[in-house]
């Protein structure tokens, strides 16, 4: 690495360092478990909003998703409006769309509904609605000068976590690259993790969503910035999954298995949302520029590449992170318990039905995305060991299809 990289780097470190300084140590007041969806919409209640506008997508108004949320905001007494226009990779057209919605229909509070795409999009639209002018000046670190609506989260996924994070991406279709929106004020007021709301997910999208959260947990760890308060909520989520994701994958209504992986979820954005991420959300961030691939399984077909190449420089937290489910009883040296690890990262992916390949990845793509990869990374996540263009576009050639 270039000395000017490493100078780049080594302040997206500090920048991660103070941010996680400035946060509130809070969390959204949460209710979980079935039947918590109602519960919150009684507390949404107790806030006398004018009108909630809600922001999800059209998949969750066929499957009726969408009409369990309203019938609970209408036995709570709350009005409500409805965009739901946002697609996988939300854009700022959607954002725009979704900030002319809450004026037309005078709302004054917002309730995200869905998965990331549409918390991410929700996050800003909230924003957008009190910060008038371009969406793009609130792109970035801290650039939300007004408190956005009150924002309430109904997370239909467990995956993202995003029901606890302070970050949002946009997606610009035109210079294939997404936008990061950082700032406290965007942390929903309160969430519900109701497993009712996910029965109906099909398994591929259940073992993708899961295995994003184990994402969010292991780059927290492996961060350079990671705390005893981040690993603490990282193992939470670690332990959660390996168990109860195939679970989840095999019986979509184990409302058990549900719970633990929402759960997961929420504990792997408590941990991350503090450390930032590291080269797996690089990759799978320029994955979904290029090809539209969806976030979670992106991700999981880059962790247990990324974690190959980081054995050298952080065997002893993927040794911890194997000793959290139990692997490395027998006496075995710490780098052969870090190798265990990745293998039970690959056998969970295997046995949940992930590719190891990206079917949409090309050959001349590769130069292109490790040069994006590598720029998100190295301007801004406090990865173990830095990696360079020919290591990363060796990286992607093994999961050519």
């Known amino acids: 690495m270039s000395r000017l990289k490493k100078f780049l780097h080594d302040r997206a470190i500090g920048l991660t360092k103070v941010v996680a300084r400035m946060l509130p140590d809070r969390a959204p007041v949460t209710f979980a478990g079935e039947g918590s969806m109602q519960a919150l919409c009684d507390a949404i209640a107790q806030t006398r909003p004018g009108r909630v506008g809600i922001i999800t997508d059209e998949g969750l108004v066929s499957a009726g998703v969408l009409g369990q949320a309203t019938a609970a905001l209408d036995a709570s007494g709350v009005g409500w409006a409805v965009y739901s226009g946002v697609q996988p990779d939300p854009s700022f057209e959607q954002v725009e769309a979704g900030r002319a919605l ?69 997606s610009d279709p035109q210079s294939h690259t997404k936008k990061f929106f950082v700032d406290p004020k965007m942390l929903p007021a309160m969430a519900a993790l109701d497993p009712s709301l996910m029965t109906g997910l099909p398994a591929h999208i259940t073992a993708a969503t899961g295995m994003d959260a184990l994402t969010h947990a292991v780059e927290s760890v492996l961060a350079r910035t990671s705390t005893a308060q ?30 633990s992986m929402a759960l997961a979820s929420y504990y792997a954005g408590l941990a991350f949302t503090r450390t930032s991420v590291g080269y797996v959300h690089a990759i799978a961030h320029t994955f979904g520029a290029f090809y539209g691939t969806p976030h979670g399984l992106a991700n999981a077909i880059a962790l247990p590449e990324v974690l190959d190449i980081s054995l050298d420089a952080a065997a002893p937290r993927m040794a911890m992170m194997a000793e959290w489910i139990g692997l490395g009883s027998d006496g075995s040296s710490e780098t052969e318990r870090a190798q265990a690890f990745v293998a039970s990262v690959r056998e969970l992916s295997e046995k949940i039905q992930i590719p190891r390949t990206l079917a949409a990845l090309r050959t001349d793509d590769i130069p292109a995305i490790a040069r994006q990869a590598l720029g998100e990374a190295h301007m801004n996540y406090p990865v173990p060991r830095t990696m360079e263009q020919a290591e990363c576009e060796g990286l992607l050639g093994r999961i050519l299809p």
């Not at 509070?109 to 009190?130: E, N």
């Not at 209504?253 to 719970?259: G, K, N, S, V």
């Open 230 to 259: 981040t690993e603490a909520y990282a193992r939470s989520a670690i332990q959660r999954i390996f168990p109860d994701l195939p679970r989840a994958c095999a019986q979509g209504d184990d409302l058990a298995a549900r719970t």
């Open 102 to 170: 809450l004026a037309s229909q005078g709302c004054d509070a917002v309730l995200a509904l869905g998965g990331g795409s549409s918390m991410d999009a929700a996050k800003v639209i909230a924003a957008a609605a009190t910060n008038p002018g371009p969406i793009e000046k609130l792109e970035g670190r801290m650039k939300v000068k007004i408190p956005p609506l009150p924002l309430f989260a109904l997370p239909t996924t467990a995956g993202t976590g995003s029901e606890t994070t302070i970050v949002a991406v946009v």
